[in-house]
């Protein structure tokens, strides 16, 4: 069985925290690894807008070596035009690994259950655990290096039933962090999420937490961060979901209430003047574009992990 990472909890604590310290030694040393020299081939496909995540992995691929398959999944229509698992078999017979970013969670499950090569999921509508391997490390970049990550206190703001929260709250417990997600009553996680980043927690020192105050949220907070209110498949809601988010708003009053030194994260793209203010995102504690350059590190550890560990047996957590 092959490894994939679909999920933040896909790799154990000791995994995730090898996967962060060779993102910070990649960080210092682009060319350092090159597991797809040849070139061999990774494809990353789309089915969703994005800027970030196409750059980061075209060019970490690159970086290690290898040659990156970028595919539109507009023209692949994958499940339309041909079945997830018929593109997959294609695929994997030409490509080292294969890098989706597609809407339901069951679509990536379905190419991981068949794939003979790792799947790694570029955001799905449940998840998007790669932008967290980045935010860890850009916690771990600011705040003391990836052994300072447990005990830490992560608070997120505004939507908690989307993907940034999902993988906050997995990511977050396996980091072994205190994760606080203030949400409204209206956009509350799944409980089976908060249920799962709960038990992760308990093994790794961490803890989670649902609160709806927004001040009780931040209070103390080494990092807090925030999302879009409106996520890709919610636009048509979204006058109604600005009115319920409008008091998790990230404002320097908010951020006040947080650690002196408290680190602003947000995933981009981001709206100034809703989710978060132009003083916050633009001002002295946000670490905003850190966090996007460390997309490219995180994902190459991932990668050159992943290639290596591939036939490793997966954990039971
Ligand atoms: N943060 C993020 O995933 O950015 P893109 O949507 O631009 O890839």
């Known amino acids: 069985m092959v490894r994939h990472f679909l999920k933040d909890d896909d790799i154990t604590p000791a995994e ?14 682009r060319y350092l690894e090159q597991p797809l020299l040849g070139p061999k081939a990774v494809a990353f496909i789309t089915d969703k807008p994005t800027l970030r995540t196409q750059a980061s992995f075209a060019i970490g691929i690159a970086e290690l070596g290898g040659f990156p398959l970028m595919v539109d999944g507009n023209l692949a229509q994958i499940g339309v035009r041909e079945s997830v698992a018929d593109t997959t078999r294609v695929l994997d017979r030409m490509v080292s690994a294969i890098v989706w970013r597609t809407f339901a969670d069951e679509r990536i499950e379905e190419m991981a259950a068949v794939s003979k090569v790792p799947v ?20 771990a970049q600011h705040l003391g290096g990836v052994r300072a990550l447990p005990g830490k206190v992560l608070t997120y703001l505004g939507d908690g039933a989307n993907n940034m929260a999902n993988s906050y709250l997995l990511g977050g417990a396996t980091a072994g962090m205190h994760v606080q997600i203030a949400c409204p009553a209206e956009y509350e996680p799944d409980p089976a999420i908060v249920a799962r980043a709960a038990d992760i927690a308990a093994t790794t020192g961490g803890s989670v937490a649902v609160l709806h105050d927004p001040r009780q949220g931040v209070a103390g907070a080494d990092v807090v961060a925030t999302d879009t209110w ?5 636009e048509a809601e979204a006058a109604e979901r600005k ?29 100034r003047g809703s989710e978060i203010t132009a003083a916050v995102i633009d001002g002295p504690q946000s670490v905003v574009f850190d966090e996007a350059e460390n997309r490219l590190h995180a994902q190459k550890a ?15 957590l």
């Open 16 to 29: 995730q925290r090898a996967i962060l310290e060779l993102t910070a030694q990649l960080r210092n040393r």
């Open 302 to 316: 991932l990668m050159v992990w992943l290639l290596a560990n591939q036939n490793t047996a997966v954990p039971t």
């Open 230 to 234: 409106v996520s890709m498949g919610t």
């Open 243 to 271: 009115a319920i988010l409008a008091p998790y708003q990230l404002n320097s009053e908010l951020l006040a209430g947080a650690r002196q030194d408290a680190l602003v994260l947000h995933c981009l793209p981001a709206y």
């Open 120 to 139: 790694i999921n570029a955001l799905t509508d449940g998840y998007h655990p790669c932008q967290i391997l980045a935010d860890l490390a850009t916690i």
